[in-house]
């Protein structure tokens, strides 16, 4: 009897890779961006919205995911804030979550959310106090 390897789906996306990498983590102005969607990656990567947030001293790691099972309902904003943590959610497929004692925002990108809605929105409305 030979041993079959399962593989069971990744419904929580930890093991996403994200092939496309913007940023240096030296650069405290700048964030260092990591995503599995270019043009995700690009329009966080060339925003101004860190280096107008940004109060850490180094770079904000920012880890987004575009989920393309995700689902695409809803228009309403949703911000959660705890202690350190502030947590958006646009209906039931986008998520970001900030963590600002580590200085990262981690995200699931529904695929009904453009790149330039993110940056010009999403993020900001997070990332304000």
């Known amino acids: ?25 030296d650069c405290p102005n700048l964030p260092f961006v990591e995503s599995n969607d270019l043009a995700i990656a690009l329009s966080v990567s060339r925003s101004n919205i860190f280096r107008r947030q940004n109060n850490w001293g180094h770079a904000m790691l920012c880890k987004l995911i575009r989920d393309i099972s995700a689902p ?14 502030r947590v958006l959610f646009q209906g039931r497929g986008t998520i970001l979550i900030h963590d600002r004692e580590r200085s990262e925002l981690l995200g699931f990108i529904a695929p ?3 790149a330039q809605d993110l940056v010009s929105s999403l993020i900001p409305a997070l990332l304000d106090e």
């Open 1 to 25: 009897m030979t041993e079959e390897r399962r593989w069971h789906p990744d419904l929580l996306r930890r093991f996403a890779s994200t092939p496309y990498v913007f940023g240096t983590r």
């Open 112 to 114: 009904g959310i453009r």
């Open 72 to 85: 695409v309902d809803g228009s309403e904003i949703t911000l959660i804030s705890n202690g350190a943590l």
